[in-house]
């Protein structure tokens, strides 16, 4: 014989309701995630793009870069071979 009370238990569709909405907010979350991502990386895109046309223009400017060096007036050093006096 059962003396005991059945206590009352929650509907289980009433859980199921909240977990599918829990995994619905989950969902949401990582797809605002993934649509930030994928906005910044096409501006990245874009952004390296013009960085990459920005130094072709300016290597299709000239050749004569800022780096070489034309004439600084200093006297040459010997060469390894040399014996460091001018004349033999």
């Known amino acids: 014989m059962n003396t005991r009370a059945k206590k ?7 859980e199921k309701g909240v977990a599918v909405i829990v995994v ?3 969902l949401a ?5 993934i649509a930030a991502n994928a906005r910044s990386l096409h501006y990245l895109g874009r952004e390296i793009k013009l ?3 920005q130094q072709l223009r300016r290597l299709a400017r ?6 070489v060096v ?6 040459q050093a010997p ?3 040399s014996t460091g006096s001018a004349n033999p």
């Open 8 to 14: 009352p238990r929650c509907s289980p569709t009433g």
């Open 24 to 26: 619905l907010v989950i």
């Open 29 to 33: 979350i990582l797809f605002l995630y």
């Open 51 to 53: 960085v990459e046309q």
């Open 62 to 67: 000239g050749s004569s870069g800022t780096n």
């Open 70 to 75: 034309q004439n600084p007036g200093f006297p």
């Open 79 to 81: 060469s390894p071979g």
